[in-house]
Nanobody
Framework: QVQLVESGGGLVQAGGSLRLSCTASGSIFRISAMGWHRQAPGKQRELVAAITSGGTTNYADSAKGRFTISRDNAKNTVTLQMNSLKPEDTAVYLC????????????????WGQGTQVTVSS
């Protein structure tokens, strides 16, 4: 059973930093893109950052220059380093990965973590 587990959320003051990590485990054959979304009250779900298996990255405009996404393919992990946090960054951050697994007969499927809360105080 493929599973994504996030860690690193918490409470931080504006201007501070947090590092989110997500690890995929289970019957994994190959992982394509990995990324982070966020969901905040009163806002639509937003793609924050994504990274391909080859290391190509994409960021939401609001994240550019402040957030950095990276991955460790050997460990099946993706990390989001968040600096210069703002109150508007407050949200539940959800890890997402496109994974081909043995259970899915090597067909790629999207998997989601349970989410980790990030709260930025002013």
């Amino acid at each position: 059973q493929v599973q994504l587990v996030e860690s690193g959320g918490g409470l931080v003051q504006a201007g501070g930093s947090l590092r989110l990590s997500c690890t995929a485990s289970g019957s994994i054959f190959r992982i394509s893109a990995m990324g982070w979304h966020r969901q905040a009250p009163g806002k639509q779900r937003e793609l924050v950052a994504a990274i391909t298996s080859g290391g190509t990255t994409n960021y939401a405009d609001s994240a550019k220059g402040r957030f950095t996404i990276s991955r460790d393919n050997a460990k099946n992990t993706v990390t989001l380093q968040m600096n210069s946090l703002k109150p508007e960054d407050t949200a539940v951050y959800l890890c997402n990965a496109n994974i081909a697994s043995y259970d899915s007969s090597y067909r790629y499927e999207n998997y989601w973590g349970q989410g980790t809360q990030v709260t930025v105080s002013s």
